[in-house]
């Protein structure tokens, strides 16, 4: 097993199997105890309120997590579909869609998010919607390029003369062939959503106490850095150590399975 | 060549036409507005703050009037920032985050672009492994993570320097360097991999051939070739530095454009909010329309394909 998945499946199991084990609550406050640093009670410590930081952290990457997941699924889902609709069907549709995704391309997204969520009221859906509705703009261009060359491939062609109709081609033939680059460009985008999900929260923006995130934690840390150290280095750590055998994972799965794109 | 940079200027102006009308109206139909939080207006206050802003005014007839001050320049005076006009306090904020970006963007080009040819000549060797691990290392420290770390390390722990202001030269270097560490690593990626490409063709094994010296080769054959997938890559660094200048500011307490949005949105101040946005949105759409002249000069065969 390669090191980075080791690392994403241990941070996996103990962000979502952890908490059935783990006796510490994430949102029961002691104020008697204040911060703590990390002891074999609290093994991360406990944050300003007494919180338990282990906790939080297991907590705060379920939602990081799962947001990251979300948000790709439709980023990748709107890809898929504008991607295909433009490279199959082609001609003025394929135009007009090239040239949304142009002009869309340079707008400043995150401006947008962070407008969008202080202006909504911030809820946890809104982010993961908004967040899934502005990834999707270079997943739909990959995606439409390879449909463009699936569609002019013999063995599509081929298809068509034995008089198989469009939308069954496109199922049987052209969406087997777009798995590996969906699933290797979905990997490179979930990193990429989790630091966005992260930067907002950590502007205050995102998700709000007491529920926790990654970006929530490194908030929380910064703020009281001089006298608990531990609140900023432990998250921010283990935060690094979480995009990087992510963007190493993707990065692995490019070389195995799209060498050639 | 011209046809294609007058049909960008065009789109150009339409995104932010767009995104102007776009930020207008979702700032006005949310419900609370600018003077919410201010406790105990008396009905009197209110009326006179909404007449004097042209609040009372229907929708569509304030959204003319903002557009047509735009044209003249003017984006109106602030809402929270009571007697100052939005023009004058951008004004104040912007050479701070011009100056910002420019260091960050000069450094990640420089040090990336020279990371990345590095890795390029010695493909597969110590020094490529070395330099790949760690741009990994430099992307995976968002400046979120990076910043309170460095105040924290640098400035409490080793007490070299100060965490706060935009004064002296000494201010700058922190700021700067943690800004530009993460896009100096998907500088040096983007720049190895566009160099290997060239490197594997032909008229560079000609090149050598002819005789030429290995300098000469680099610099004025592989470079030239390899240098416009990183040029292109300014658009989008533009915004991402810019993005990454939000959270710079507010750690370092730099009054620069980020901490005014970050401050307008916050704090619904609808005129400074339109403002920053569309001051954000020309510097990107500047960039990129910069980048196409750029990519045009260097690789002639954009210049024919448009």
Same mark, same amino acid.
């Given at each position: 097993?390669?090191?980075?998945?080791?690392?994403?499946?241990?941070?996996?199991?103990?962000?979502?199997?952890?908490?059935?084990?783990?006796?510490?609550?994430y949102h029961t406050q002691n104020l008697l105890l204040g911060a703590q640093?990390?002891?074999?009670?609290?093994?991360?410590?406990t944050d300003i309120l007494g919180r338990d930081l282990?906790?939080r952290?297991?907590?705060?990457?379920? /939602?990081? *997590? $799962?947001?990251? %997941?979300?948000?790709? !699924?439709?980023?990748?889902? +709107?890809?898929?579909?504008? @991607?295909?609709?433009?490279?199959?069907?082609?001609?003025?549709?394929?135009?007009?869609?090239?040239?949304? /995704?142009? *002009? $869309?391309?340079? %707008?400043?997204?995150? !401006?947008?998010?962070?407008? +969008?969520?202080?202006?909504? @009221?911030?809820?946890?859906?809104?982010?993961?919607?908004?967040?899934?509705?502005?990834?999707?703009?270079?997943?739909?261009?990959?995606?439409?390029?390879?449909?463009?060359?699936?569609?002019?491939?013999?063995?599509?062609?081929?298809?068509?003369?034995?008089?198989?109709?469009?939308?069954?081609?496109?199922?049987?033939?052209?969406?087997?062939?777009?798995?590996?680059?969906?699933?290797?460009?979905?990997?490179?985008?979930?990193?990429?959503?989790?630091?966005?999900?992260?930067?907002?929260?950590?502007?205050?923006?995102?998700?709000?106490p007491p529920?926790?995130?990654?970006?929530?934690?490194?908030?929380d840390?910064?703020?009281f850095?001089?006298?608990?150290?531990?609140l900023?280095?432990?998250?921010?750590?283990?935060?690094?150590?979480?995009?990087?055998?992510?963007?190493?994972?993707?990065?692995?799965?490019?070389?195995?399975?799209?060498?050639?794109? | 060549?011209?046809?294609?940079?007058?049909?960008?200027?065009?789109?150009?102006?339409?995104?932010?036409?767009?995104?102007?009308?776009?930020?207008?109206?979702?700032?006005?139909?949310?419900?609370?507005?600018?003077?919410?939080?201010?406790?105990?207006?008396?009905?009197?206050?209110?009326?006179?703050?909404?007449?004097?802003?042209?609040?009372?005014?229907?929708?569509?007839?304030?959204?003319?009037?903002?557009?047509?001050?735009?044209?003249?320049?003017?984006?109106?005076?602030?809402?929270?920032?009571?007697?100052?006009?939005?023009?004058?306090?951008?004004?104040?904020?912007?050479?701070?985050?011009?100056?910002?970006?420019?260091?960050?963007?000069?450094?990640?080009?420089?040090?990336?672009?020279?990371?990345?040819?590095?890795?390029?000549?010695?493909?597969?060797?110590?020094?490529?492994?070395?330099?790949?691990?760690?741009?990994?290392?430099?992307?995976?420290?968002?400046?979120?993570?990076?910043?309170?770390?460095?105040?924290?390390?640098?400035?409490?722990?080793?007490?070299?320097?100060?965490?706060?202001?935009?004064?002296?030269?000494?201010?700058?270097?922190?700021?700067?360097?943690?800004?530009?560490?993460?896009?100096?690593?998907?500088?040096?990626?983007?720049?190895?991999?566009?160099?290997?490409?060239?490197?594997?063709?032909?008229?560079?094994?000609?090149?050598?051939?002819?005789?030429?010296?290995?300098?000469?080769?680099?610099?004025?054959?592989?470079?030239?070739?390899?240098?416009?997938?990183?040029?292109?890559?300014?658009?989008?660094?533009?915004?991402?530095?810019?993005?990454?200048?939000?959270?710079?500011?507010?750690?370092?307490?730099?009054?620069?454009?980020?901490?005014?949005?970050?401050?307008?949105?916050?704090?619904?101040?609808?005129?400074?909010?339109?403002?920053?946005?569309?001051?954000?949105?020309?510097?990107?759409?500047?960039?990129?329309?910069?980048?196409?002249?750029?990519?045009?000069?260097?690789?002639?065969?954009?210049?024919?394909?448009?």
């Amino acid at each position: 097993m390669k090191w980075h998945l080791f690392i994403l499946t241990a941070i996996g199991l103990v962000c979502f199997l952890g908490p059935l084990f783990y006796s510490q609550d994430y949102h029961t406050q002691n104020l008697l105890l204040g911060a703590q640093a990390p002891s074999v009670q609290h093994i991360f410590g406990t944050d300003i309120l007494g919180r338990d930081l282990l906790a939080r952290w297991m907590y705060g990457g379920r /939602i990081s *997590i $799962l947001i990251g %997941l979300g948000a790709g !699924l439709i980023a990748v889902g +709107i890809g898929l579909g504008i @991607g295909s609709i433009a490279g199959f069907v082609g001609g003025n549709v394929d135009r007009c869609f090239m040239r949304l /995704i142009d *002009i $869309l391309y340079p %707008l400043p997204f995150t !401006l947008l998010i962070i407008l +969008i969520m202080a202006l909504t @009221g911030r809820h946890l859906w809104m982010l993961v919607v908004v967040m899934g509705c502005v990834k999707w703009l270079t997943m739909a261009r990959i995606i439409r390029n390879r449909v463009m060359a699936l569609k002019a491939s013999t063995f599509v062609e081929c298809s068509y003369c034995m008089g198989q109709k469009p939308l069954k081609i496109w199922w049987k033939h052209i969406l087997p062939n777009l798995i590996s680059l969906m699933l290797v460009y979905g990997t490179l985008l979930i990193p990429n959503i989790i630091l966005e999900e992260a930067f907002i929260s950590f502007l205050g923006l995102g998700v709000q106490p007491p529920l926790s995130s990654w970006g929530v934690l490194i908030l929380d840390g910064a703020r009281f850095m001089e006298e608990y150290p531990w609140l900023l280095l432990i998250p921010g750590c283990f935060f690094s150590l979480t995009l990087c055998s992510l963007n190493a994972l993707g990065d692995h799965l490019r070389d195995r399975l799209e060498k050639t794109s | 060549m011209a046809r294609f940079l007058l049909k960008r200027l065009w789109d150009s102006l339409w995104v932010l036409f767009l995104l102007g009308t776009l930020t207008f109206f979702m700032a006005r139909f949310v419900p609370g507005g600018p003077f919410d939080q201010e406790c105990n207006l008396s009905k009197t206050t209110l009326r006179n703050l909404a007449q004097f802003y042209g609040y009372d005014k229907p929708l569509f007839q304030q959204y003319v009037d903002y557009f047509s001050h735009l044209m003249k320049g003017d984006f109106g005076p602030s809402m929270r920032y009571a007697g100052h006009s939005v023009n004058q306090l951008l004004k104040e904020c912007i050479p701070v985050s011009l100056e910002l970006g420019f260091w960050a963007m000069l450094i990640s080009f420089l040090l990336g672009g020279t990371c990345g040819i590095v890795c390029a000549i010695y493909h597969n060797r110590f020094l490529d492994k070395f330099f790949m691990l760690l741009c990994l290392l430099c992307l995976s420290f968002p400046t979120f993570v990076l910043g309170p770390i460095i105040i924290w390390f640098f400035v409490l722990k080793l007490n070299c320097g100060q965490a706060i202001g935009w004064e002296t030269w000494s201010d700058r270097i922190l700021p700067t360097l943690t800004l530009a560490c993460m896009y100096s690593g998907y500088i040096a990626r983007l720049m190895r991999t566009s160099c290997l490409d060239v490197l594997h063709q032909s008229f560079i094994k000609t090149a050598y051939a002819k005789g030429l010296s290995r300098f000469r080769v680099l610099f004025f054959h592989v470079l030239k070739n390899a240098l416009s997938p990183v040029l292109t890559y300014m658009g989008p660094a533009t915004a991402a530095i810019m993005s990454g200048s939000l959270v710079i500011e507010s750690l370092f307490q730099i009054p620069g454009a980020g901490s005014l949005f970050i401050s307008a949105v916050t704090q619904r101040d609808t005129s400074l909010l339109l403002g920053t946005v569309l001051y954000f949105a020309f510097l990107i759409l500047l960039m990129n329309f910069l980048v196409d002249i750029a990519v045009g000069f260097c690789n002639p065969k954009q210049r024919l394909k448009s």
